[in-house]
C-alpha cells in the first residue's frame, strides 16, 4: 500500500515512515495541507493518514474538501485531539477511522491494513490463489504450505498484482505504488524485482504475464 502522511511534527513523520518502510510499505510525508493538495492533484495513494492541526489549512477542512470533490480514499485520522465531539466530526465529514497520539505503531499498521480491506471488499488479510497465500498481517508467503522469503520490494509488487488479478498494470503504474518520491529508480529496476519474484514463485497457481508494449498482468489458473 502506498501511503500519504500529513503531519506537521517532523519527529513522528520520520518515526511512522521509518516503521513502514521496515514492514514493506513505502510511505510520503508533507508537512500542510496545501503541500498534500499539490501532491494529490497529479499523485494517487491507497490512502492518507492526516493530522487536524497543521499550520494553515486544517486536517479538516482538506478532508471536507476531499469528500466534497467526491474523492473516495480512504482517510484516517492521526491526532492528539481525543474529545469525543472531535472523533464525532472527523467521521461525520469522512474520515474512515479516528486515531489518538501517542499510539502503537502495529496498531497504526493494522488499522490502515483494515481500511484498505474494507474499501477492497476484502473481509480477510489472506489472499488465497490456489496453492499461493499472501497474508497481508504479517507480509508472509507461503506456496504449497512452505513460506518462501521474499524481500521488501518483492512483497510490495506482489500484493499489487494480487489486488489487480487480471488488469495490466504498467510500469508507471507500478513504479508509482512501489518508490517514495525520494527514492530514485529505473524501469530496468522494475524488471530485476519482477524476474526474482517470478523466480520465487515458480510452480505456483499466480502467472505473471508480459503484454507487450503495454505491462504486466498477473493470472491464477484454476
Known amino acids: 500500500m502506498r501511503i500519504l502522511l500529513i503531519e506537521d511534527n517532523t519527529e513522528l513523520a520520520n518515526a511512522i515512515s521509518e516503521y513502514f518502510g521496515h514492514i514493506g510499505h513505502p510511505l510520503d510525508w508533507c508537512e500542510s495541507a496545501e ?30 474538501q476531499l469528500r466534497a470533490q467526491s474523492e473516495e480514499i480512504p ?21 474512515d477511522d479516528y ?11 493494522a488499522r490502515c491494513r483494515a481500511l484498505l480491506r474494507r474499501e477492497r471488499g476484502n473481509a480477510s488479510n ?10 497481508a498481517s504479517t507480509a508472509s508467503v507461503t506456496l ?46 522494475i524488471e530485476q524485482v519482477l524476474t526474482r519474484l517470478r523466480k520465487k514463485l515458480a510452480g ?6 508480459t503484454i507487450r508494449g503495454l505491462g504486466y498482468l498477473a493470472h491464477v489458473d484454476d
Open 35 to 64: 503541500s498534500a493538495e499539490k501532491l494529490l492533484a497529479y499523485q494517487s495513494f491507497d490512502m492518507l493518514i492526516l493530522d487536524i492541526n497543521l499550520p494553515g489549512k486544517s486536517g479538516f477542512q482538506l478532508l471536507k
Open 75 to 95: 482517510v484516517l485520522i492521526l491526532t492528539a485531539r481525543a474529545e469525543v465531539d472531535d472523533r464525532v466530526s472527523a467521521l461525520d465529514i469522512g474520515a
Open 99 to 109: 486515531m489518538v497520539k501517542p499510539f502503537d505503531f502495529r496498531e497504526l499498521a
Open 126 to 135: 489472506q489472499i488465497v490463489c490456489g496453492n499461493l497465500t499472501y497474508d
Open 144 to 189: 504449497h504450505e512452505i513460506q518462501i522469503d521474499l524481500r521488501h520490494r518483492e512483497i510490495q509488487l506482489l500484493e499489487l498484482l494480487l489486488n489487480n488479478l487480471d488488469h495490466v498494470l504498467t510500469k508507471e503504474q507500478i513504479a508509482d505504488r512501489l518508490y517514495r518520491f525520494d527514492e530514485a529508480y529505473t524501469p530496468n529496476a
Open 204 to 209: 505456483s497457481s499466480l502467472h505473471i504475464k
